[in-house]
């Protein structure tokens, strides 16, 4: 049996409902939004991207303004927080070479790169911008590189969505 195209996976769907979820809460806001995920290619499957002339760079979920501010928000919906059981914290992570690539984005356009998680057992939505992160704890998850950083300590609650 062939395997679902990707933009129809389980995993996929579940993201981009958070993308779409998160979006609408910032437009009652009053932020305006551009949802860069309308831009993945034909299929969506592809990654938009800040295309410079001999290489290019994924750009978060979201681009963003208000009140004469504007932000990239990456978007990721996790079941809940990850517990390292070494330390007896609670983390979250994205995979790094993103994290690299954000970087990137918000040096090259000038514009903040925030990372927002949707937690899906607690409904909260928490975030910070990359550079209030700070540093990454890099660790592994099924052999690819992850920033992790931590919950408490690094990302501001932002809302609470009621159906949780």
């Known amino acids: 049996m062939a395997k679902a195209p990707f933009h ?4 996929f769907l579940r993201g981009r409902a958070a993308e779409q979820r998160v ?6 806001q009053g932020w305006y939004v551009i949802p860069s995920y309308d831009y993945a290619g034909e299929d969506g499957d592809k990654a938009p991207k800040l295309q410079g002339y001999r290489v290019g760079h994924p750009v978060p979920d979201l681009d963003t303004a208000k009140e004469g501010k504007r932000r990239w ?3 990721k919906s996790k079941t809940s ?3 390292r059981y070494t330390t007896d914290t609670y983390e979250h992570g994205i995979d790094l070479p993103l994290f690299q690539h954000y970087q990137t984005v918000q040096a090259i356009t000038g514009t903040p790169v925030w990372l927002a998680i949707y937690e899906e057992d607690t409904g909260f939505l928490i975030g910070n911008a990359i550079d209030a992160l700070g540093k990454p704890r890099i660790g592994t998850s099924n052999g690819k590189k992850i920033a992790n950083w931590d919950r408490p300590g690094k990302f501001l609650m932002i809302h609470r969505f009621g159906d949780a």
């Open 81 to 83: 927080a990850n517990h």
């Open 23 to 28: 979006s609408a809460w910032l437009q009652e």
């Open 8 to 11: 129809e996976q389980p995993e």
């Open 73 to 75: 928000v990456e978007v």
